[in-house]
């Protein structure tokens, strides 16, 4: 049975963003079945957690010895095995796991950073000229974004894992309009979060906070 770690308990804003729900999502599309550890702080510094995650993080992935940290690695290990998510062609496979890169790389730094300043500082004096700079670049990449898609429904010619990974980027932004600024962004996140497998994926992170 496959095994990913998860938080007990997050911040309010955190909720329904957290990283294991691509996880979750990625092994829902697979129809993987699935189990989760929560973690508390005392957990997650333990040594033999950080065996499994040297940084401490969620999600870890545990599978008949397979032991895996980082979501991005996680989803190609799991994308793997579903041609639901990686194509077998060798270039629309190429192609998933360079849009998976590009959402990790080339989305989400800018993105996590305007959060981490909107969560975290937010009214420090330092934040009022920088925050102006992030914004503009997350506005940047937006457009780019929108740019790509144009017409597409989706990165490529199909929903893959680099769609998976690119809406839980963009999820980051919901205490924000910067998305409802885009409106091909807006419909292709809204087109990707209406899938029955990311709406069971989210249901099962909720749960796991509520209890």
Same mark, same amino acid.
């Given at each position: 049975?496959?095994?990913?770690?998860? *938080?007990?308990?997050?911040? =309010?804003?955190?909720?329904?963003?957290?990283?294991?729900? %691509?996880?979750?999502?990625?092994?829902?599309?697979?129809?993987?079945?699935?189990?989760?550890?929560?973690?508390?702080? #005392?957990?997650?510094?333990? =040594?033999?957690?950080?065996?499994?995650? =040297?940084?401490?993080?969620?999600? +870890?992935?545990?599978?008949?010895?397979?032991?895996?940290?980082?979501?991005?690695?996680?989803?190609?290990?799991?994308?793997?095995?579903?041609?639901?998510?990686?194509?077998?062609?060798?270039?629309?496979?190429?192609?998933?796991? #360079? !849009?998976?890169?590009?959402?990790?790389?080339?989305?989400?730094? +800018?993105?996590?950073?305007?959060?981490?300043?909107? *969560?975290?500082? =937010?009214?420090?004096? !330092?934040?009022?000229?920088?925050? /102006?700079?992030?914004?503009? %670049?997350? %506005?940047?990449?937006?457009?780019?974004?929108?740019? !790509?898609?144009?017409?597409?429904?989706?990165?490529?010619?199909?929903?893959?894992?680099?769609?998976?990974?690119?809406?839980?980027?963009?999820?980051?932004?919901?205490?924000?309009?910067?998305?409802?600024?885009? /409106?091909?962004?807006? #419909?292709?996140?809204?087109?990707?979060?209406?899938?029955?497998?990311?709406? %069971?994926?989210?249901? #099962?992170?909720?749960?796991?906070?509520?209890?």
């Amino acid at each position: 049975m496959i095994t990913i770690s998860a *938080f007990k308990t997050v911040r =309010p804003f955190a909720q329904g963003v957290v990283r294991d729900l %691509r996880a979750r999502w990625a092994l829902e599309e697979a129809g993987l079945r699935y189990d989760t550890r929560l973690i508390d702080p #005392a957990i997650q510094a333990s =040594p033999q957690y950080r065996a499994i995650q =040297p940084f401490g993080q969620v999600p +870890s992935f545990e599978e008949d010895g397979v032991k895996l940290f980082e979501s991005g690695a996680i989803l190609l290990h799991v994308a793997s095995r579903s041609d639901a998510l990686l194509p077998t062609d060798p270039t629309g496979r190429a192609r998933t796991i #360079a !849009w998976v890169f590009a959402a990790l790389n080339s989305i989400e730094p +800018s993105i996590q950073q305007l959060a981490e300043i909107d *969560f975290f500082y =937010p009214g420090q004096e !330092w934040t009022k000229s920088y925050r /102006p700079h992030i914004e503009a %670049r997350v %506005r940047q990449r937006l457009g780019e974004l929108a740019a !790509w898609l144009g017409s597409r429904e989706y990165l490529e010619d199909r929903f893959t894992t680099g769609d998976l990974m690119m809406t839980t980027v963009l999820r980051i932004l919901r205490h924000t309009d910067l998305v409802e600024g885009e /409106p091909r962004v807006k #419909a292709y996140k809204v087109r990707c979060e209406a899938r029955p497998a990311f709406q %069971r994926a989210l249901r #099962a992170q909720m749960a796991d906070f509520a209890e």
